[in-house]
Nanobody
Framework: QVQLVESGGGLVQAGGSLRLSCAASGRSISSYAMGWFRQAPGKEREFVAA????????YYADSVKGRFTISRDNAKNTVFLQMNSLKPEDTAVYYCATDLRVNLGYHDYEHKYWGQGTQVTVSS
């Protein structure tokens, strides 16, 4: 079992930046892949980024590539999502997730554990 808590969301103007954090508790996540997903109103939840346990393998959705950066601090049991050059279409609830396994996952059904989400709103 692991509990995930996201923070760092908020309201920002287009072109601005936010840094999301996902703090894990209950067990160490240092050996497992982690992912970020988002869900906009009226849309399905979609993959944003994933990072391997070591940070050596990282993948991004095409829609955020070059603007978002996923990272992790295993000593702090925390994963981050730095979001730059934000656009109104980035508005969504952002979730971190894990399946407590080594392999990266790009689909929400591949993840058993989810945080409660943090709202990101980008105004034009």
């Amino acid at each position: 079992q692991v509990q995930l808590v996201e923070s760092g969301g908020g309201l920002v103007q287009a072109g601005g930046s936010l840094r999301l954090s996902c703090a894990a508790s209950g067990r160490s996540i240092s050996s497992y892949a982690m992912g970020w997903f988002r869900q906009a109103p009226g849309k399905e939840r979609e993959f944003v980024a994933a990072i391997s346990w070591s940070g050596g393998n990282i993948y991004y959705a095409d829609s955020v590539k070059g603007r978002f950066t996923i990272s992790r601090d295993n000593a702090k049991n925390t994963v981050f999502l730095q979001m730059n050059s934000l656009k109104p279409e980035d508005t969504a609830v952002y979730y971190c997730a894990t399946d407590l396994r080594v392999n990266l996952g790009y689909h929400d059904y591949e993840h058993k554990y989810w945080g409660q989400g943090t709202q990101v709103t980008v105004s034009s």
